[in-house]
């Protein structure tokens, strides 16, 4: 049974930091781009940031310079260190996992069940 857990959610000022992590179970890890995304209140889930198999990543450009996503295979787990947080990145954070390929958009195969991310002004 495939299970991805994300912790690290909380409430946070403005300018702080947060690091969220997505440990995998279920899976080969090492087999799987993993990701970020979320979602806000009355809104579209979005991309946040991914890592692929060998490392390389991509961010949403609202994130970048501000957010990074690492991975660890040793631990199955992927993380996501985000500096500089603003009041519009309050949402709830979602880890995904794909198989072989680099995560793009919504279509992934395992969600995790999400984390609220909530930043005070």
């Known amino acids: 049974q495939v299970q991805l857990v994300e912790s690290g959610g909380g409430l946070v000022q403005a300018g702080g930091s947060l690091r969220l992590s997505c440990a995998a179970s279920?899976?080969?890890?090492?087999?799987?781009?993993m990701g970020w995304f979320r979602q806000g209140p009355g809104k579209e889930r979005d991309f946040v940031a991914a890592i692929s198999l060998t490392g390389s990543t991509n961010y949403a450009d609202s994130v970048k310079g501000r957010f990074t996503i690492s991975r660890d295979n040793a631990k199955n787990t992927v993380y996501l260190q985000m500096n500089s947080l603003k009041p519009e990145d309050t949402a709830v954070y979602y880890c995904?996992?794909?198989?072989?390929?680099?995560?793009?958009?919504?279509?992934?195969?395992?969600w995790g069940q999400g984390t609220q991310v909530t930043v005070s002004a």
């Open positions: 995904a996992a794909r198989r072989f390929i680099i995560i793009r958009t919504t279509q992934v195969d395992y």
């Open positions: 279920g899976v080969t890890f090492s087999s799987y781009a």
